[in-house]
């Protein structure tokens, strides 16, 4: 066509040009610099699905029915390690939700946060959910306990201990199993199964929703996650058989904090009001509906999937944060299995631990996937 | 016992199967290996993002989260583009045509992102920027923060893309005439107007050129924006950083449907590149190099 060679190529990126101009317009309409009031939220991976999808649309709607305003959310999830490291090094989360307090912790030594967020209510607790194991159909490998982890022939898909908090908590639950079911406990045997379970590790995903993508790909035969991402699938193409809930485990308990630095005298009022909404029955039941264990036990039971757990410990029962990580995660999982420091005396908790009722038996095929009421 | 080689072999062949030749097989072995190196991956891509059927792919598309990242991704290859072939032509002028030492050095540095993987760039520009770094805790305190916004991924982008603008132009710039200028000179035009009315047209195809590399390298870029991003969505997640994002999170489609516009998109540029690099050079065999 001698029209289309007469303009050809420089007219046509003219009109390439043009049209991707327009095409950016409206992203100045948005307004660069947001007028509209704004939150920015930080939470760890598998908040993503029921912030964005519940949470978020249901506090903008509460909000516009009190003030008549839009609120804008600007979101980022990742492991809670991960988000984590990114809010020490300058990014500007308002709030966040961790996978532990110890995240939390460590930002509030760094000066980022001010507030004592244990002043909140449930301690800041938003949320829980205990660490279970995801299997192959049918179990063929016939997992029904942490300690069946440790044989030979198993891969585990883990996640990975320095940007997941589930990874933290699964080590503690693992570490916690081993330990509590010998009256007395014996932490030797302890630290040599969960040498053997690490040696088991196949892959090691960068967030607990990272972890599940791999298992869900295809690889490995058992996987270690949260239970909400298994009561999540459920009917999603998870079965019954598939979810192992391991007879001693342990509630991963998620704190919300604030960034004092980060919110303007004017926001204030705003950021309360969301961190507030959090503990509201909507949220809570909206919490529910996506897998997590509510902090308020009554609306558990709007979610048939949860599994029946005979004794999960919580971090109190570990002696908390501080306990815990020093002892079991520091003392014998960093020093001890990575480094292979032999020289670190620690037998895991410094304080004295009774064994808990439920964490002496053991495992047993009829208490995998029973559903709770 | 029969001579055995290659002709040999050939000829035994082409008894066998009529039509066979040495050009046939060695373009099929090409075929053979581009196929699952090149051209299946890209093809899942475009497989998985319309597998569900093309509503569905629409749908994902036109998601805010989705449509942000495409257009923030866009609007930074675009400014990317512009200032550094303003960048990168004005440097390209001043190591061709000045003399100062330590020149060499300086042509090696400015050459160094292309070596430096992209995440360290991503690393320094945090050490440097960011709250805690070494120029950036003394402008936090003023509220001058450019991490973890679009200005600190342009910034990335700039350094990241720099060197792709350079070595467009520069050669280009060095192989001009000289006769050319130094005409213009002694007819009475500045340096300025010899630049704009002489120098400046020959370069157009190399620009072009270089403008097309680095609007496609900035779509792309995902290590360095990835961590002076702080990944915010509807603010700083660019297009890679949203297909990463919603694979983790298990949104397959949604990461499969962006990632086929960008594949779109990049052919094009790519395609359009190609025709002009092929028009300049028919062009080369004519002596006059100032017309493109």
């Known amino acids: ?373 | 016992m029969e001579l055995i080689n290659a002709q040999n072999l050939m000829a035994s062949f082409r008894r066998k199967v009529p039509g066979l030749s040495w050009r046939g097989l060695v373009m099929a072995g090409l075929f053979l290996a581009l196929f699952p190196l090149l051209l299946m991956p890209i093809g899942a891509i475009f497989i998985f993002a319309t597998r569900d059927g093309l509503s569905r792919f629409l749908n994902a598309l036109s998601g805010a989260a989705a449509q942000f990242a495409l257009r923030l991704s866009l609007l930074i290859a675009l400014l990317t583009s512009i200032l550094n072939s303003a960048l990168g032509t004005l440097t390209a002028y001043v190591l061709s045509k000045y003399r100062f030492p330590a020149k060499r050095a300086v042509e090696i540095l400015i050459n160094l992102p292309v070596a430096i993987p992209t995440v360290i760039v991503g690393t320094s520009l945090l050490l440097l920027w960011g709250p805690l770094g070494l120029v950036g805790k003394y402008l936090d305190p003023l509220g001058i923060r450019p991490m973890f916004t679009m200005g600190g991924v342009l910034l990335a982008h700039l350094f990241v893309t720099f060197p792709y603008m350079l070595g467009s132009v520069k050669p280009v710039l060095e192989e001009l005439e000289v006769t050319y200028e130094e005409a213009a000179y002694t007819m009475g035009a500045g340096r300025l107007g010899t630049f704009w009315y002489v120098i400046l047209p020959s370069l157009r195809g190399a620009l072009l050129t270089g403008t097309l590399l680095t609007f496609a390298h900035s779509l792309g870029e995902f290590g360095a924006t990835v961590m002076v991003s702080g990944n915010l969505r509807l603010r700083t997640q660019t297009a890679p950083l949203y297909i990463f994002s919603q694979f983790e999170a298990g949104n397959v489609e949604a990461a499969n449907a962006v990632a086929a516009v960008l594949a779109v998109l990049s052919f094009t540029i790519f395609f359009v590149l190609l025709r002009v690099r092929e028009g300049r050079s028919t062009q080369r065999g004519a002596v006059d190099v100032n017309r493109s």
């Open chain 1, 1 to 373: 066509m001698p029209l289309l060679a007469k303009f050809y190529p420089w007219g046509l990126l003219l009109l390439l040009l043009v049209l991707l101009i327009a095409y950016l317009l409206p992203l100045f309409a948005f307004g660069l610099p947001a007028h509209r009031p704004s939150i920015v939220l930080y939470g760890f991976s598998i908040l993503e699905e029921p912030i964005t999808e519940g949470i978020l649309p249901a506090f903008q709607r509460s909000w516009k029915q009190k003030t008549g305003q839009e609120v804008e959310f600007y979101t980022s999830f990742g492991g809670s390690g991960t988000i984590a490291n990114l809010i020490r090094f300058g990014a500007p989360a308002e709030v966040a939700i961790f996978s532990h307090n110890w995240d939390a912790d460590k930002l509030k030594q760094a000066g980022l946060i001010q507030t004592d967020w244990t002043q909140f209510p449930h301690h800041g607790v938003v949320n829980r959910t205990p660490i279970v194991l995801v299997v192959r159909p049918g179990n063929p490998k016939r997992i029904h306990n942490f300690d069946d982890l440790t044989q030979l022939g198993v891969r585990i898909i883990h996640p990975d201990p320095q940007t997941s908090g589930a990874a933290y908590w699964s080590i503690l639950a693992e570490y916690g199993a081993f330990l509590l079911s010998r009256n007395p406990p014996d932490p030797i045997d302890a630290q040599d199964k969960l040498s053997r379970l690490w040696r088991n590790i196949a892959i090691f995903g960068s967030s607990a929703s990272a972890s599940w993508r791999q298992f869900d790909i295809g690889f490995g035969d058992v996987l270690v996650t949260y239970e909400q991402q298994a009561v999540r699938n459920f009917g999603r193409g998870l079965s019954a058989d598939e979810i192992v809930a391991p007879t001693c485990t342990v509630y991963a308990e998620h704190p919300a904090v604030m960034f004092d630095r980060n919110i303007p005298q004017a926001k204030r009022p705003l950021i309360s009001a969301f961190l507030e909404f959090l503990w509201t029955d909507e949220a809570q039941r909206i919490f529910v509906k996506f897998g997590f264990r509510s902090v308020s036990t009554e609306l558990n039971g709007a979610n048939p999937h949860f599994l029946h757990l005979s004794s999960p410990l919580t971090i109190a029962d570990l002696g908390g944060w501080p306990n815990a990580y020093h002892g079991i995660i520091e003392d014998v999982w960093e020093k001890k299995i990575i480094e292979k420091d032999e020289t670190v005396v620690g037998t895991g908790l410094r304080s004295g631990l009774h064994p808990v009722p439920g964490c002496e038996a053991r495992g047993d095929p009829a208490n995998s996937r029973r559903p709770d009421s």
